[in-house]
């Protein structure tokens, strides 16, 4: 698993993300994975940076708001049974990892662990975070927000970034 | 000028972005154009999502924050001195446009022009902004803002995109 520049298929995962892929996280012993299908990635500070977004209502919100890191595992495969399960159950109900069998490797650099699956993958350092603030959200985009559980915005420092088959 | 899809070229488009793209802004009569290095392209709210990034100290700041959008310009060619010239002077003191014979187009669908180069070209509606909060960031970063003049992050949707030659 040589690391690739960031830049690496970079179109691929753009074109695979609305299809969704894994937001993996792990904190104080506690860990969950789950669907995202919008982030951003480019350079900001002088570094390569991927942003996620993650409701406050949601379990993940919980352990990225300890952690000091994230991954992010784009599927070449097609795994949307698990995709599905992942954005639609709860880490508070369900080990989602036992559940779909789902099984991680330890990151290169983070502490939050990898899927195994044949995809790219990132591994992030949280630099920066940044709560939604409604009042600055164009009219638009309110109906994302029907119960007001808006985003936090997690902005990962890059620190590995390989590709598994 | 077809439009092609937010994805096209991204690769070379994140490779060029170091050695500069083109910020371009009108609002009120006024307008500017500045150099980026930095931005961040995604899917956000379900839309294609260009974010970048302009320091309160700068005369394009002033602008945007009457804008409703902007245009980035990535051009293919050789620009080392426009993108020498619009990182360092200020359209306080020069109007780089005419300095630098630097042709506009108007946008498609923006308000603001876009440049007139060999390259590829963003037209964005501003959906949303954050101004950066120091607090939250990673101590490491500091060092990007010795006079404390912090950026506002952008959030412009993505309304057009092409390439012209």
């Known amino acids: 698993m040589q690391d690739v520049p960031f830049t690496y298929k970079m179109e691929e995962m753009m074109r695979q993300l609305p299809t969704g892929a894994f937001l993996t996280v792990q904190a ?4 969950n994975t789950m669907t995202i299908g919008w982030a951003q990635i480019g350079i900001v500070w002088g570094r390569h940076v991927l942003t ?3 409701r406050d209502s ?3 919100f919980g352990i990225i708001e300890k952690a000091a890191d994230f ?5 070449w495969q097609d795994m949307k049974k698990e ?8 880490g508070r109900d369900f080990d989602k990892f036992h559940e779909l069998g789902l099984k991680t490797a330890s ?5 939050s662990p990898v899927l195994q699956l044949a995809g790219l993958h990132y591994e992030c350092r949280i630099v920066y975070k940044s709560a939604l603030n409604p009042s600055l959200l164009h009219d638009d985009l309110f109906n994302v927000y029907p119960k007001k559980d808006f985003h936090t915005l997690y902005y990962g420092e890059i620190v590995a970034c390989y590709e598994t088959e």
């Not at 104080?28 to 860990?31: M, Y």
């Not at 991954?71 to 599927?75: E, I, L, N, R, W």
């Not at 995709?83 to 709860?90: D, H, V």
């Open 28 to 31: 104080d012993g506690e860990r």
């Open 52 to 54: 996620v977004l993650v």
């Open 58 to 60: 949601r379990h993940t």
């Open 71 to 75: 991954t992010v595992s784009v599927p």
């Open 83 to 90: 995709l599905t399960f992942c954005g639609t159950r709860s």
């Open 107 to 111: 990151g290169k650099v983070t502490k």
